[in-house]
């Protein structure tokens, strides 16, 4: 006579009694027969599907909430494992139960090999994290209509059912955590249904099979692009890797994953990362664009998808393949969340194009740094006709102010007389100084990041990085001093002639009251509107970043170069002189440009807002107060208003320095990946340095020698590039 368990008589019914749950619960929980993951499991295993996908998946998101249960299935027997987490504690309690009740181990076999029979894992293992697109907006229009559009539901694929079981990101760390030892023995229970049925096993690595067969030629097709190629010259088309790649792939196929092919499909992946690191590498000199950048990260996870999947692949049966499954899974779920998300695509594509056009504006930067007194001088001699060109910028200020013109030309032409002024300074090699701390602080960023990638890390090399920052400081200083220096007499100089000709001041009292009125510090938002100006002059410098790279992406000074019509107007001489002067001012007058249109047009802006947005630049405020000065007269000069004004510009000059730097120094130490630690400890290390000797951060000492291969180049009289 053949006893039967408690779990093999409740197959008959649907719904196990009363007395079946308790003889259950006593067989594989004797020490905690009350336990609720013992009941639960035993409800959830007798309620199994026989046909059908949709109830199938459903009882599978059903026995993953189970699962995630945060009670722990512990101290249930003698002897059992108590420092497992409780995903695993519960996942040792169900290869327990299948173990030793063969009826439940069926049905459980039946719904596995049904799922796997009616889903496909193609788009889950060759398409979840990886576009299909070639460009970055066809893929961000893409994300962002499947993010207000709903989706049709896709039963029969393994990508739609990961979704459905891991519905938040933070669940890739939980799937990362299960016990491959235990996942292993549960596929030996469930993963072998009876004959004719195929194996899932069988049908995964076939999917499997087919995701590294369309990875590869889809990775080759990118990579044998034409830019792409145009920026590997030292790779050969015949003997580009991606070449190879298609047939690895089909070696990989025909052979089932032999070791052998596995072996070769390494090698080539490794020498199609030398490619792409090749053509990062160019990206300095060459120019980068959002789509080639996009399509670079395209690759970069393409063939990391290869490599991983071919572990999954190469691993021994059981425990080892699990290991290499779970990470695989992991990272697939991570990326089908970032699949749905704008920002991640922007966040990640960003870094890389933020990297290449704030090294641009680094080495604009360094013509902005001085090191000895020479060149020191040279700033301030700069500055000043920096300064000069500004006083006559504020004057046709006014004039335009005074005209009845439509709101329109009004903001054209100030945005005109703005960017001309800028880009005039630019060719004549003047400087101006709030151009200049996001650009010196694109170049500190520079410097903190090579040296953090080096291999010494003591003090020597925060001193080192330390020492850099008193150049910047007191380049700014003589910037400053030379732009009001020289503002101010200018200024003063226009006004008297104006009076002297016309014989009346520039400004009347009313506006000559409301310029002093609105530089006052506390009795107008002028420090809010300075802080904002901080933030045009940071946005300026990126653009001048951006538009240096357009021009060196496009090749623009060799199309001018070898242009017909300009070769036939000035010769070849005269053609290639156009070209130099478009790569030397190109970074300087997209800045220029692009500061005149924002100070410009941002209050016009914000007024049709209803926002009462203004600017407040340093050295057109204090050529303003100038001519109010004048026009008050000496006695008005000496008032607290005015003298309250003269502060106002003071601290205007501090925060337009202060907000663009530390703007441009942290998106430029974020896009270099410098660690936060090291900001701190560098801060630190320049704040001991000024605490010992303040008097190197505002004048360089006589003895100081210019750096060799250091950021500090003399200011060149015909102007540095991007300035």
């Not at 357009?550 to 107007?569: G, S």
Request: proline residues 6%; glycine residues 10%.
């Amino acid at each position: 006579m053949t006893v039967s368990s408690p779990a093999q008589q409740l197959l008959v019914r649907s719904t196990p009694s009363a007395r079946e749950v308790d003889a259950f619960c006593v067989q594989y929980a004797p020490r905690a027969p009350g336990h609720p993951a013992v009941r639960d499991l035993l409800r959830l295993l007798s309620e199994v599907p026989g046909d059908g996908l949709e109830p199938r998946l459903e009882w599978v998101e059903r026995w993953m909430h189970w699962m995630r249960d945060r009670i722990p299935a512990q101290g249930l027997t003698d002897g059992e494992d108590a420092g497992l987490s409780p995903a695993n504690s519960r996942l040792a309690l169900l290869v327990r139960v299948l173990e030793g009740e063969s009826g439940l181990r069926a049905s459980v076999t039946r719904l596995v090999a049904g799922v796997c029979a009616g889903s496909r894992g193609l788009k889950l293992f060759a398409q979840v994290g990886l576009s299909g697109g070639n460009g970055f907006f066809s893929e961000l229009t893409d994300r962002f209509v499947r993010g207000v559009l709903p989706s049709p539901p896709e039963p029969g694929k393994l990508s739609e059912l990961l979704l459905r079981l891991f519905p938040v990101p933070e669940d890739a760390q939980w799937l990362a955590a299960l016990s491959p030892a235990l996942l292993a023995r549960l596929t030996a229970l469930v993963g072998e249904p009876p004959p004719p049925e195929p194996t899932p096993s069988a049908r995964v690595r076939g999917d499997l099979m087919d995701a590294l067969l369309l990875l590869g030629v889809q990775v080759a097709g990118l990579g044998l692009a034409e830019d792409v190629r145009d920026r590997s010259p030292e790779t050969s088309f015949r003997a580009s890797p991606f070449l190879r790649l298609r047939l690895v792939c089909d070696a990989v196929l025909a052979r089932d994953g032999a070791q052998e092919t596995l072996k070769d499909l390494a090698r080539v992946l490794e020498d199609c990362r030398g490619v792409v690191q090749s053509v990062t590498r160019h990206l300095e000199y060459s120019g980068v664009s959002v789509d080639l950048v996009y399509r670079m990260e395209r690759i970069r996870r393409g063939l990391d998808r290869m490599e991983a999947i071919s572990r999954v692949l190469g691993a021994a049966r059981g425990e080892a393949r699990w290991r290499e499954a779970l990470t695989l899974l992991s990272d697939l779920l991570g990326y089908a969340h970032a699949d749905r998300s704008v920002r991640a695509l922007v966040q990640r594509n960003a870094r890389l194009l933020s990297r290449k056009i704030i090294e641009r504006t680094s080495s604009t930067g360094e013509h902005y740094i001085t090191a000895t007194p020479d060149e020191f001088h040279r700033m301030v001699h700069s500055a000043a006709g920096g300064g000069f060109l500004t006083a006559f910028t504020a004057l046709l200020k006014f004039f335009l102010a005074s005209l009845s013109l439509a709101p329109f030309f009004a903001g054209f032409f100030a945005a005109l007389n703005y960017a001309g002024s800028f880009v005039v300074m630019q060719f004549l090699g003047f400087t101006l100084a709030t151009k200049q701390p996001s650009m010196t602080a694109s170049t500190l960023a520079a410097a903190v990041g090579e040296e953090a990638a080096g291999p010494d890390g003591g003090s020597g090399r925060m001193e080192r990085l330390a020492a850099l920052v008193p150049r910047i400081t007191r380049s700014q200083l003589a910037a400053a001093l030379g732009n009001l220096g020289c503002v101010l007499p200018v200024a003063v100089a226009l006004a008297l002639g104006f009076q002297w000709l016309k014989g009346h001041s520039l400004l009347s009292v009313h506006k000559a009251e409301s310029v002093v009125e609105s530089l006052h510090p506390w009795h107008s938002a002028t420090l809010l509107w300075a802080a904002f100006t901080g933030v045009l002059l940071w946005v300026s410098s990126v653009a001048a970043g951006w538009f240096e790279n357009f021009v060196v992406y496009r090749r623009l000074p060799e199309a001018l170069a070898h242009h017909r019509v300009l070769r036939a107007l000035l010769g070849v001489t005269g053609a290639r002189r156009v070209a130099d002067a478009l790569m030397h001012h190109a970074a300087g007058v997209g800045g220029s440009v692009t500061l005149g249109v924002l100070l410009a047009v941002a209050p016009g802006i914000g007024g049709f807002f209803g926002i009462p947005l203004d600017v407040r630049h340093v050295t057109l405020s204090f050529g303003s107060l100038a001519f109010a000065g004048c026009t008050l007269g000496p006695a008005a000069v000496l008032e607290p208003g005015f003298l309250a004004a003269v502060l106002g510009v003071a601290v205007i000059g501090v925060l337009n320095f202060g907000v663009s730097f530390a703007l441009a120094l942290g998106v430029a130490l974020r896009a270099r990946d410098v660690p936060a630690r090291e900001g701190l400890r560098f801060l630190g290390a320049v704040a001991m340095r000024f605490l010992r000797n303040p008097g190197p951060f505002l004048i360089p000492p006589r003895d100081e020698a210019a750096p060799g291969g250091t950021q500090a180049q003399t200011v060149p009289q015909s102007g540095p590039p991007g300035h």
